[in-house]
Nanobody, 119 residues
Framework: QVQLAESGGGLVQAGGSLRLSCAAS????????MGWFRQAPGKEREFVAT????????TYADSVKGRFTISTDNAKNTVYLQMNSLKPEDTAHYYC????????????WGQGTQVTVSS
């Protein structure tokens, strides 16, 4: 059974930084792509960043390019999202997700962690 558990959210002032973590288990890691998504109140969930579990090309939403970095730690089975230069518009519930390589459906989701950026 796949489990994804996010942590690291919180309240931060604009311009500050946070690092989100997603501890993963039950995945066939070498076949997986990991992603971060977010959903703000009253808005649809949106893509933030993706990375193949074994490393390689990362992708980012235009709104976070140059400020956020996604990475994996294979030894800890953990995916990170380093968020710098945070803006109030980054306020959202952030979710970790996993899908199989070559597929487009994100099958597995965590419960999410709240990030609130004050101005």
């Amino acid at each position: 059974q796949v489990q994804l558990a996010e942590s690291g959210g919180g309240l931060v002032q604009a311009g500050g930084s946070l690092r989100l973590s997603c501890a993963a288990s039950g995945l066939t890691f070498r076949l997986s792509v990991m992603g971060w998504f977010r959903q703000a109140p009253g808005k649809e969930r949106e893509f933030v960043a993706t990375i193949p579990w074994t490393g390689g090309s990362t992708t980012y939403a235009d709104s976070v390019k140059g400020r956020f970095t996604i990475s994996t730690d294979n030894a800890k089975n953990t995916v990170y999202l380093q968020m710098n230069s945070l803006k109030p518009e980054d306020t959202a519930h952030y979710y970790c997700a996993a899908r199989r390589r070559g597929y487009t459906t994100w099958d597995n989701w965590g419960q999410g962690t709240q990030v609130t950026v004050s101005s």
